[in-house]
């Protein structure tokens, strides 16, 4: 019932940075905690950042604290990954996803019950 869809990836150098924003189509965007992962190749998705369905509540894993910042647009249906600062372990597929209302805890993937195709980004030394 919800659509994701991502954009905002690419190749950057290190220290450089990209804005990831994920548009959702379909159910009530306004009513859904928003969540960023990442998966490396032989690694398993990573939480990275959450956002209230209000805006008014993040949370971030410590991989990314200070660096990264998540935020929405509830007018535009749309949730941002605002990077900075960005390395060569940040290099990873980015993904959004819809955590479902309730749900206890921000950093599992159980938690989450929609996800976008995934972005790339890669980050060259």
């Known amino acids: 019932q919800v659509q994701l869809v991502e954009s905002g990836g690419g190749v950057v150098q290190a220290g450089g940075s990209l804005r990831l924003s994920c548009a959702a189509s379909?159910?009530?965007?306004?009513?859904?905690?928003m969540g960023w992962f990442r998966q490396a190749p032989g690694k398993q998705r990573e939480f990275l950042a959450g956002?209230?369905?209000?805006?008014?509540?993040?949370s971030y894993a410590d991989s990314v604290k200070g660096r990264f910042a998540i935020s929405r647009d509830n007018a535009k249906n749309t949730v941002y990954l605002e990077m900075n600062s960005l390395k060569p372990e940040d290099t990873a597929i980015y993904y959004c996803?819809?955590?479902?209302?309730?749900?206890?805890?921000?950093?599992?993937?159980?938690?989450?019950?929609?996800w976008g195709q995934g972005t790339q980004v890669t980050v060259s030394s």
């Open positions: 956002i209230s369905s209000s805006g008014y509540t993040t």
């Open positions: 996803a819809v955590r479902r209302f309730g749900a206890i805890g921000w950093g599992t993937t159980s938690s989450y019950d929609y």
């Open positions: 379909g159910g009530t965007f306004s009513s859904y905690p």
